[in-house]
């Protein structure tokens, strides 16, 4: 049996829990596989709550993960945003609860991985939608506030907006049947936007636990 020499914890919503895939589960489960197959001794804590706001990551995951992170080396990965802006969620509300969480992680110690809200006017269930518009005004604003909470305390962002914009057009195979949460194949292609930099964070953490781990 492996040795858990490292957590990695994940902060977000249904996409980190894997709603929609038939198989393999979101991303999450998708980049501890990865993992674990390089060698990472690494436990799960996934926190992510399907239909979570920045808010509601705030108000319970978050201590448990500040909790965790404070006890074991850790890596955690913070999705969130995709409910706020379907929600109307206020630029300034968001980016409120997403400094307190990113700064409490960093306190705490967690190697952080933050990711933006994915491009979804792709999505099937877009077309239905009747306020598009606003929904791309608040996607923006957003996701500029990502990029800003990421400047401010030097946390790697990985750009799902750019990914998912450039491979989601006319691929309705990515969505599942709700038309709006990823299918497995859409998740693969999420977890291969985060690898690159989950696995650096994982490196570096894995690096100060002094766990070795295949390249």
């Known amino acids: 049996m492996m040795r858990e020499t490292m957590s990695f914890v994940a902060l977000g919503d249904s996409a980190g829990v894997g709603v929609g895939a038939r198989t393999g589960g979101g991303y999450v489960a998708r980049l501890h596989r990865r993992l674990r197959a390089r060698g990472f001794e690494a436990g799960l804590h996934n926190l992510c ?3 979570a706001r920045a808010v509601d990551v705030v108000r319970r995951p978050l201590d448990e993960a500040v909790r965790i992170a404070e006890r074991t080396a850790s ?3 913070l999705v969130v945003g995709g409910n706020d802006a379907w929600r109307g969620t206020s630029p300034r509300a968001f980016a409120r609860n997403l400094e307190v ?4 992680l960093r306190e705490a110690g967690a190697w952080l991985v933050l990711g933006n809200v994915p491009d979804l006017s792709f999505a099937p269930v877009a077309a239905q939608a ?3 518009d606003d929904y791309a005004n608040q996607l923006t604003a957003l996701n500029a506030t990502v990029a800003r909470v990421a400047e401010r305390f030097c946390v ?6 750019a990914y998912s914009h450039a491979t989601l057009q006319g691929r309705p195979e990515l ?3 709700d038309g709006f949460h990823p299918s497995a194949e859409g998740y693969e292609l999420w977890t291969d936007a985060m690898w690159p930099h989950v696995l650096s964070a994982a490196r570096r953490v894995g690096a100060g636990a002094g766990m070795e781990a295949r390249v």
């Open 130 to 132: 009747s306020r598009a």
């Open 75 to 77: 890596l955690v990965t």
């Open 101 to 104: 969480a990113v700064g409490r």
């Open 49 to 51: 709550v399907a239909g």
């Open 156 to 161: 790697p962002l990985v750009d799902l907006f």
């Open 175 to 177: 969505f599942c049947e």
